[in-house]
């Protein structure tokens, strides 16, 4: 069991939320947009 890790994850858990209530429209249009080009990305190859 690895401390840092836990105390990292709990970081990242916090910037999301943090992302989440500044950001919420605006960042979920663009990770999907993001999300939705990746996959095209891989279906062409």
Do not use: P, Q
Not at 21 to 45: N, P, W
């Amino acid at each position: 069991m690895n401390l840092r890790t836990d105390y990292e994850g709990a970081e990242n858990d916090c910037l999301k939320k943090m992302y989440e209530l500044k950001f919420c429209s605006s960042f979920d249009v663009y990770m999907h947009i993001a999300a939705i080009s990746c996959l095209s990305l891989l279906l062409l190859v």
